[in-house]
């Protein structure tokens, strides 16, 4: 039998020689395919077929300028991305972020992960990611509705309700996916409604897809608790983030009786031992576009640190990444865990480094991986898609209703294959495999695509 141990590691030198500034990239990749050894080893034939050099080639990567003119009248150029990285199970899906880190290298590493994500769900969607250097922070309405109308106006050409759909993510809300909506319409003159989702209940949205991805995260974390005979009522919890997945976890968390204790921005963190008023968040992040900073301000029971960091200082039970990609380091991984913390669940994508993973899982912690635990907010996508195709609308609770199966069988799906393969606590590795699967046969069957 070929070492497929070697395989993975040769895929892994090729991945880093062909782009060698790709470090996200190649940190994702690592990631699953060192977890699908064992998959390797039973299927050879994944490897004759050069399943795993296929898989991190993307079909398509496009670039593109984005010029637009600011409120003073000075053009800016920005850069555009959309990587179209798999499209064997559904048309390409995934998210847009705008926001000043935005590469090529974290495009590719959201774009694979949203690969195996997609599968997990068991829906017909495929893995793209896309987004721009532009930071929508300070900017006028007026100016995120003129870029967002020059980024569409390359966009159009090369998405599509059955060749790529797609969504939010960092920097770009409910505001930006109407002003692209529009611009999409303007131009192809067509209600190809399924072209984008998290649209507005107002032209063709979903209900209960703003609160998917928070909601999802802890019905994800009610399955894994309830595995222990646990549940998350009373326990302490600290989120990091403030944006759209941070809210509705700590929304969610609340409703199941948690405490939680924390939220952050990219600036610093509140902690607030009454637990989070989340009334005065979203005023200050939803209606005001402020800084969390204000919370303390408001709130007289909450102190705020600078620095994000310091977040995972704070004791919990249970910790819940919602902010970007590398907040938890192996350094406060350890702080985490000598604090006593019993799991760490992923709203943010690949919020945790790979040995801080690698810390959490040889200290016997509970943890659920990104792409197993956020994976509701795509699989709401997926659901506003069947909508818009139907021309029916479901009500919140029908939504929601799926959302928490769709949930649940992920988690089932991840716990089946990681006891399956031998490791019956490593939902890292029963995600990745099962992801990977239904890609990896799906590929197999259309012959060299
Ligand atoms: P938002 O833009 O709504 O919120 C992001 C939050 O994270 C903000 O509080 C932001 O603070 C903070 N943040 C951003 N960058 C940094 C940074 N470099 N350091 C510290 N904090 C930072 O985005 P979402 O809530 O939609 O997304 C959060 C994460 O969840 C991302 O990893 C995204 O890919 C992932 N995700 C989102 C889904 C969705 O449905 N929206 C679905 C699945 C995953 P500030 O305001 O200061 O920038």
């Known amino acids: ?36 050894v064992p998959v390797l080893e039973k299927n050879p034939k994944y490897a004759e077929a050069k399943i795993l050099e ?28 959309r990587v179209q990285m798999n499209s064997a199970i559904g048309p390409y899906k995934g998210g847009l972020r705008f926001h000043p880190s935005v590469n090529l290298s974290i495009l590719k590493f959201l774009a694979f992960e949203q690969v195996f994500k997609n599968s997990l769900t068991s829906l017909p969607i495929g893995g793209g990611k896309g987004g721009s250097d532009f930071d929508p922070k300070g900017k006028s309405d007026a100016e995120v509705m003129r870029f967002c109308q020059s980024f ?3 966009l159009y050409r090369h998405i599509g309700p059955h060749t790529d759909v797609p969504a939010g993510d960092i920097g770009v809300g409910g505001r930006e996916i109407g002003f692209l909506y529009g611009q999409y319409k303007r131009i192809r003159d067509a209600y190809d409604d399924a072209v984008l989702t998290g649209k507005g209940l107002t032209y063709g949205g979903s209900l209960t897809r703003t609160e998917a991805t928070g909601y999802g995260l802890l019905y994800f974390v009610k399955n894994m608790l309830a595995d222990k005979n646990d549940s998350i009522k009373g326990k302490t919890v600290v989120v990091s983030g403030a944006g759209n997945v941070a809210i509705y976890a700590i929304q969610k968390a609340q409703e199941f009786g948690a405490k939680v204790v924390t939220c952050s921005d990219s600036n610093g963190y509140v902690y607030d031992p009454n637990g ?9 992040k939803e209606v005001e576009r402020g800084r969390i900073k204000e919370y303390a301000a408001r709130v007289p029971s909450a102190e705020y640190h600078e620095g994000c960091k310091g977040v995972w200082t704070v004791k919990c039970d249970v ?131």
Not at 276 to 284: H, Y
Not at 327 to 354: C, F, Q, R, W
Request: charge should be negative; proline fraction near 4%.
């Open 1 to 36: 039998m070929a070492d497929m141990k070697k395989y993975v590691e040769d895929v892994l030198e090729l991945v880093k020689r062909r782009d060698p500034d790709q470090p996200e990239f190649h940190n994702t990749v690592k990631e699953v395919l060192t977890t699908i």
């Open 276 to 284: 989070i008023n989340l009334a005065v968040v979203k005023q200050i």
């Open 152 to 154: 569409m106006t390359e």
């Open 54 to 81: 296929r898989m991190v080639e993307p079909e398509r990567v496009i670039t593109f300028r984005v010029p637009w003119q600011d409120d003073k009248g000075e053009i800016q150029i920005n850069r555009g991305y």
């Open 319 to 449: 910790a819940l990444p919602c902010a970007t990609q590398s907040e938890i380091d192996l350094e406060s991984a350890k702080i985490l865990v000598s604090n006593g913390v019993k799991l760490v669940a992923e709203g943010a994508n690949m919020p945790s480094t790979l040995d801080a993973i690698e810390h959490f899982q040889k200290s016997g912690i509970m943890f659920g991986p990104a792409k197993a635990a956020n994976a509701g907010g795509v699989a709401t996508s997926a659901l506003e898609m069947s909508q818009n195709s139907m021309r029916l609308s479901w009500t919140f609770e029908e939504v929601d209703k799926k959302l928490e199966s769709i949930m649940t069988n992920i988690y089932k799906n991840a716990k089946a294959n990681a006891e399956k393969y031998g490791e019956p606590d490593n939902l890292v590795m029963g995600a990745n495999i099962a992801g990977f699967v239904k890609v990896a046969d799906a590929m197999m069957a259309q012959g060299l695509v």
